[in-house]
């Protein structure tokens, strides 16, 4: 991919996960009458969104807005309880387990990873330091954001892309949908009952998105990707200390986050995609800061989240593969059934699912 492509590429993705935030921000200043920092939030889902739109088209990414809309409020209130949230997230893991079965698992991926902050930290609403997880206005506020973030690339990334046609999404075979959907179920419910359970990780959405993004299916190679991030997030830990030595203000902090989020996407799109982990960690962490002292905070919070998502992601895969090996030998079938015959083969645009997560 040329220069130019990539920077286009970049300050398409850009805006589109940006203008959302922008919108419900003067949304919310006029009618309450100052903004509201919760309105940000907006270009999580509109991150969801984009990967919906790429990976399936319109329909798809329209039905994935209304999702997120729907379970916003349902993920703050769920997020109360351990039981509730790890019950929550596992019926998520579930269905995105359906999804590999039709190829659609990476990008449906983004929705139980984009809820995953509310449902461990939801942002605060009018400067209270505590969120009321029960509050009426406040939840159909937040789904309010959640929808007009999602249904904002639905409706834009198609007419931009409308001469533009990419592959299909590659169906998975019903054996190996199995292994990846009980392999990301049981993790992901176990490590948020954990993270819920200890509320100082207030960034322990980190540790869901790990093992959402790492987690293979099939014949994937898991062992080099893994050290790959592991590494690169080590390397990002040590510019996030710096950044919190030296910064004194919030705004640079989130300059500084954007700066690094570009950054980070152009060595997506590029040779050197080690460089998309080094920096998309002070990224995450200056852009989720609420505070100063949180940069280095979930800085922190994230190198620990990589180490240990990415040592349960190649246990797991270990597993996977002792029992690929049994099925094989006791003669499992592999091929493809009629279920996904058929079902994809309406042509949609599609740039960068990837750079989305």
Same mark, same amino acid.
């Given at each position: 991919?040329?220069?130019? &492509?990539?920077?286009?590429?970049?300050?398409?993705?850009?805006? %589109?996960?940006?203008?959302?935030?922008?919108?419900?921000?003067?949304?919310?200043?006029?009618?309450?009458?100052?903004?509201?920092?919760?309105?940000?939030?907006?270009?999580?889902?509109?991150?969801?969104?984009?990967?919906?739109?790429?990976?399936?088209?319109?329909?798809?990414?329209?039905?994935?807005?209304?999702?997120?809309?729907?379970?916003?409020?349902?993920?703050?209130?769920?997020?109360?309880?351990?039981?509730?949230?790890?019950?929550?997230?596992?019926?998520?893991?579930?269905?995105?387990?359906?999804?590999?079965?039709?190829?659609? *698992?990476?990008?449906?991926?983004?929705?139980?990873?984009?809820?995953?902050?509310?449902?461990?930290?939801?942002?605060?609403?009018?400067? !209270?330091?505590?969120? +009321?997880?029960? +509050?009426?206005?406040?939840?159909?506020?937040?789904?309010?954001?959640?929808?007009?973030?999602?249904?904002?690339?639905?409706?834009?990334?198609? /007419?931009?892309?409308?001469?533009?046609?990419?592959?299909?999404?590659?169906?998975?075979?019903?054996?190996?949908?199995? #292994?990846?959907?009980?392999? %990301?179920?049981?993790?992901?419910?176990?490590?948020?009952?954990?993270?819920?359970? *200890?509320?100082?990780?207030?960034?322990?959405?980190?540790?869901?998105?790990?093992?959402?993004?790492?987690?293979?299916?099939?014949? &994937?190679?898991?062992?080099?990707?893994?050290?790959?991030?592991?590494?690169?997030?080590?390397?990002?830990? #040590?510019? %996030?200390?710096?950044?919190?030595? !030296?910064? @004194?203000?919030?705004?640079?902090?989130?300059? %500084?986050?954007? #700066?690094?989020?570009?950054?980070?996407?152009?060595?997506? /799109?590029?040779?050197?995609?080690?460089?998309?982990?080094?920096?998309?960690?002070?990224?995450?962490?200056?852009? @989720?800061?609420?505070?100063?002292? !949180?940069?280095?905070?979930?800085?922190?919070?994230?190198?620990? +989240? @990589?180490?240990?998502?990415?040592?349960?992601?190649?246990?797991?895969?270990?597993?996977?593969?002792?029992?690929? @090996?049994?099925?094989?030998? *006791?003669?499992?079938? *592999?091929?493809?059934?009629?279920? &996904?015959?058929?079902?994809? +083969?309406?042509?949609?645009?599609?740039?960068?699912?990837?750079?989305?997560?």
């Amino acid at each position: 991919m040329s220069m130019s &492509t990539r920077v286009k590429l970049v300050a398409l993705i850009v805006a %589109i996960t940006l203008i959302p935030a922008v919108v419900m921000l003067v949304v919310t200043a006029v009618a309450l009458g100052q903004p509201q920092s919760a309105a940000t939030w907006a270009s999580l889902p509109a991150i969801a969104g984009l990967a919906a739109v790429v990976a399936g088209g319109r329909r798809f990414a329209v039905i994935v807005a209304f999702v997120m809309s729907f379970l916003a409020p349902l993920t703050i209130v769920a997020g109360t309880s351990p039981v509730s949230g790890a019950a929550l997230m596992a019926l998520l893991a579930l269905t995105v387990g359906r999804l590999s079965r039709f190829g659609l *698992h990476r990008s449906a991926s983004m929705v139980p990873v984009m809820l995953a902050w509310p449902l461990i930290n939801p942002p605060a609403w009018s400067g !209270q330091v505590v969120v +009321d997880r029960d +509050d009426t206005v406040y939840l159909l506020w937040m789904a309010g954001i959640f929808f007009v973030g999602a249904i904002f690339p639905a409706i834009v990334v198609p /007419f931009l892309l409308r001469n533009r046609i990419l592959p299909k999404p590659q169906p998975h075979t019903r054996e190996d949908a199995l #292994v990846y959907t009980v392999m %990301i179920t049981v993790l992901v419910t176990v490590s948020t009952f954990y993270v819920l359970d *200890h509320p100082e990780m207030y960034g322990g959405a980190f540790l869901i998105a790990v093992l959402f993004m790492l987690a293979p299916i099939g014949d &994937t190679q898991t062992l080099r990707p893994t050290l790959v991030r592991i590494t690169g997030t080590l390397a990002g830990s #040590v510019f %996030i200390l710096a950044i919190v030595a !030296q910064a @004194n203000s919030l705004l640079v902090v989130y300059l %500084i986050g954007l #700066v690094c989020i570009v950054i980070a996407l152009m060595a997506r /799109f590029g040779s050197r995609a080690w460089l998309y982990f080094v920096f998309m960690l002070p990224a995450t962490a200056c852009l @989720n800061s609420t505070t100063l002292a !949180q940069v280095g905070q979930l800085g922190r919070q994230r190198v620990i +989240d @990589n180490v240990v998502g990415g040592a349960l992601i190649l246990l797991a895969s270990a597993l996977a593969i002792a029992y690929s @090996n049994w099925a094989t030998e *006791h003669g499992h079938a *592999h091929d493809e059934d009629p279920e &996904t015959l058929g079902l994809l +083969d309406a042509p949609h645009p599609a740039p960068a699912a990837e750079a989305a997560s």
